[in-house]
């Protein structure tokens, strides 16, 4: 019971809130357009990361491969994009997760870092291609500002909801985890 | 410094860098995509459907709620349209009647303006907006082919680039990626002498800081006026004529001055797509690969 667990309520709710995400941009389209900028919605990032300070790296990476396949597939049609930025992130988490004291203040600033280190990513992806022809100031002022504030109030807003999810997941206790 | 750079985390990170370009390169040159990636969208679009029912039922019914506070100014607007539409109707059951004759007269088959209309929702959006795509629930077992035009409140918002059995994807015209959509239509004016003049050119481009679409290519010096419709022409090969994609809103030279640019307001609204209309043209469609133009088929 407790493998099932551990094995598959990562992946269904990395899922459920890869597919939320967009439905959120099909349907609240007008909402994100906001007058800082577009806002794109990162659920299934904060989720990733949250998870990367928990679980063991081999289970991370898998994960990481197999929800940036999806997300790959069925958003943008370029393989390898989303999941070479999930692995790096995962990577870069666990490796800082050790440096830290770990605590609600953590997760939200790694959070913050991490998301601007895959906008940046992809944003630069997307350019050498050819897929935008957006220099990098209108991207700063257009889509990075816009969407580091929203996604860094939700992350804030959901860490504690998310760190008492991963350790269900583990069961282990908070005591254990928590150092301030 | 050791803990970051032994030999086997190098050797892993120079093997996984190579995989992610090969993989990248590989779905940049590949046109169609292939089954494994096919299948997986097919089944996510499914799960997103259970997703996406609901809160589309949750919209629609605070829509209606919001709409009977404009009852009343809307019914007054309605009836004076009613009776231009009556004229409107009746001249062209007129013109129907009489294009009916001369085509049966010439013994045409199908013209490029005759298409059939299939109705689907949108499922999904691209969240990331580099590749603006939208996901809608209609697949090759509703008679979805690729690269037919789709539309959404009266204007043409893409066309379709992926099609699955349930599900297909929608590139829309906003992609800043030249390639695209590059969409040939037409302008139908009146110029000085009273006679309907059609401009031809090409809708290529988005400008995302103004969001208007550009047309380009236009060959002729003819007077185009701001507020004219610009529709698709049909001689794309894939799109039927006479799809509206919006009106002109400024004309201006490009930059090296030589021909006419119009930015052109699109006539359906991008940011709030949710039901949309595929359009199955019926003439025969070219096919970019082939060499020669099919036989025209019934």
Known sequence: MKAWKLVLLPFLSLFAAFMLEGVIAAYFNGVLYTSMGYVAPRLTFVLLIMFAFYLSPNHMYILSIIIGFLYDSYFTGYLGIYMASFCLVSYIVMELKDLFKSGLLTYSLVGILMITLLELIVYWIFRVIGVTDAGVSIFLANRLGATLLFNGLLIFALSPLLEKFSLFILNERLSNHRQF | ?298
């Open chain 2, 1 to 298: 410094m050791n803990r970051f750079f032994t030999n086997k985390k190098i050797i892993i990170l120079l093997i996984s860098v190579i995989i992610f370009i090969s993989l990248i390169t590989l779905s940049i040159t590949q046109t169609n995509t292939n089954i494994i990636q096919g299948f997986t969208n097919d089944i996510t679009a499914f799960v997103n459907n259970a997703f996406s029912r609901p809160i589309n039922a949750v919209l629609d019914t605070y829509d209606t709620a919001s709409n009977v506070q404009d009852t009343f100014e809307e019914n007054k607007h309605l009836k004076n349209e009613l009776d231009r539409l009556y004229e409107t109707q009746s001249e062209n059951d007129a013109l129907r009647d009489e294009n009916q004759q001369l085509q049966e007269e010439l013994d045409l088959q199908n013209s490029i303006t005759e298409y059939q209309t299939m109705a689907g929702n949108v499922i999904s959006r691209n969240p990331d907006y580099w590749v603006d795509q939208i996901t809608i629930d209609r697949g090759s077992q509703d008679g979805v082919q690729i690269n037919m035009p789709v539309t959404s409140d009266n204007g043409l918002i893409g066309q379709t680039s992926e099609v699955n059995l349930t599900s297909s994807k929608v590139t829309l015209l906003t992609n800043e990626e030249a390639t695209a959509n590059q969409i040939s239509s037409e302008v139908v004016g009146e110029n000085e002498d009273e006679e309907t003049e059609v401009v031809h050119g090409l809708v290529s481009d988005y400008d995302l800081s103004e969001q208007m679409l550009i047309m380009t290519q236009i060959t002729s010096d003819a007077e185009i006026s701001e507020g004219e419709t610009v529709t698709t022409s049909g001689l794309g090969g894939s799109f039927p004529r006479g799809i509206v994609i919006g009106t002109v809103e400024e004309v201006s030279l490009d930059n090296q001055g030589l021909s006419q640019q119009v930015y052109i307001e699109p006539a359906a609204d991008f940011n709030n797509i949710r039901a949309v209309n595929i359009i199955d043209r019926q003439a025969e469609t070219i096919d970019i690969q082939d060499e020669e133009p099919a036989e025209e088929e019934e």
